[in-house]
Nanobody, 125 residues
Framework: QVQLVESGGGLVQPGGSLTLSCAVS????????VGWFRQAPGKVREGVSC????????YYVDSVKGRFTISRDITKNTIYLQMNSLKPEDTAVYYCAAARSPYSFSSRLGSFGSWGQGTQVTVSS
């Protein structure tokens, strides 16, 4: 059974930084694309960033480009999202996800089949 467990969320002031982690068990991450999504109250879940398994290609939603960085550590089977220069509009529940199929890459929500439970990120002064 595949399990993803996020950690690292919390309350941070505007301009601050947080690093989210996602520990994955039950599957070896190496051949799977991974991603981070977020959902703010009253809004649909949106893709924040995705990372390809085979060539390191990345996707970032325009609103986080230059501020967020996705990465993974295959040896620890863990996904990360480094978030800098945080803004109040980044406030949301953040979810990590792994692709349904190995050696595929898409930023579409439907292409991800395994999800974490979410971690709250609140940016406020």
């Amino acid at each position: 059974q595949v399990q993803l467990v996020e950690s690292g969320g919390g309350l941070v002031q505007p301009g601050g930084s947080l690093t989210l982690s996602c520990a994955v068990s039950g599957v070896t991450l190496e051949p799977y694309a991974v991603g981070w999504f977020r959902q703010a109250p009253g809004k649909v879940r949106e893709g924040v960033s995705c990372l390809s398994a085979f060539d390191g290609s990345t996707y970032y939603v325009d609103s986080v480009k230059g501020r967020f960085t996705i990465s993974r550590d295959i040896t620890k089977n863990t996904i990360y999202l480094q978030m800098n220069s945080l803004k109040p509009e980044d406030t949301a529940v953040y979810y990590c996800a792994a692709a349904r199929s190995p050696y595929s890459f898409s930023s579409r929500l439907g292409s991800f089949g395994s999800w974490g439970q979410g971690t709250q990120v609140t940016v406020s002064s």
